[in-house]
């Protein structure tokens, strides 16, 4: 049986102990969505959103890509927040990148020549790394250098969609996380909670842990 053989029949099995758990859910489901939360997390297949935080369909409305960016001037990302700010009015924006994140890595790296989609896309990241580039040749080893290159690249975004007019002028502007998620362990790390105002309590925190 080859792979796409494989997941459906996998879809079948699920959708068979769901209903069979619980038989209103795929009716509730069929309603409609009010999730509370948008995540912006990484493509990677390691980092499922609903799976790491134990989350029902229904509970987050999920954008994924590459390093977990998000560019003001791309519709695709863009479009993204829109909707879940001015539709479906969500409370809470989380931005959830990892440690060991290929994009990231890539980042540090020279251009692959065969990925010009890739490189284009992590272009701001690159931009990022070569501002920080003191501290990250600082850090001890190339794995340290990509975490904390992660680390500093969640924060990026979380300024970027504080900055958006998108979440700027909403009539209830939702509060924006920023999250790491530890392939090691399974846990995640807050970086930046949801105010701006604790944001250099948790810095300090996050220092005095790692110190």
């Excluded at 990148?97 to 284009?120: E, I, M, S, T």
């Excluded at 701001?124 to 080893?141: K, V």
């Excluded at 190339?142 to 975490?147: G, L, P, T």
């Excluded at 504080?162 to 362990?185: K, M, T, Y």
């Amino acid at each position: 049986m080859n792979r796409p053989k494989r997941l459906l029949v996998a879809n079948v099995a699920w959708a068979h102990e769901t209903a069979a758990r619980n038989p209103e859910f795929f009716r509730e489901l069929a309603r409609g969505q009010n999730p509370h939360v948008l995540w912006i997390g990484c493509s990677d297949s390691r980092v499922p959103a609903e799976t790491i935080t134990h989350c029902e369909p229904g509970d987050l409305f999920v954008h994924r890509n590459i390093a977990n960016l998000f560019h003001p001037g791309d519709d695709n990302s863009a479009s993204v927040l829109e909707y879940a700010v001015r539709v479906l009015k969500v409370e809470h924006v989380i931005v959830c990148g990892h440690y060991g994140c290929g994009g990231v890595r890539a980042a540090l790296l020279p251009p692959d020549p065969g990925l010009q989609h890739v490189n284009r896309r992590i272009a701001p990241l690159c931009a990022l790394a070569e501002r920080h580039c003191a501290e990250l040749d600082g850090q001890r080893n190339e794995r340290s250098r990509v975490d904390r290159l992660a680390e500093l690249n969640v924060r990026e975004q979380v300024r970027q969609l504080r900055a958006s007019p998108i979440v700027q002028q909403a009539d209830s502007p939702p509060l924006v996380h920023g999250w790491i998620f530890a392939l090691e362990d399974g846990r995640i790390k807050v970086l930046t909670s949801g105010y701006a105002a604790d944001d250099a309590m948790t810095c300090t925190a996050s220092a005095d842990s790692a110190a």
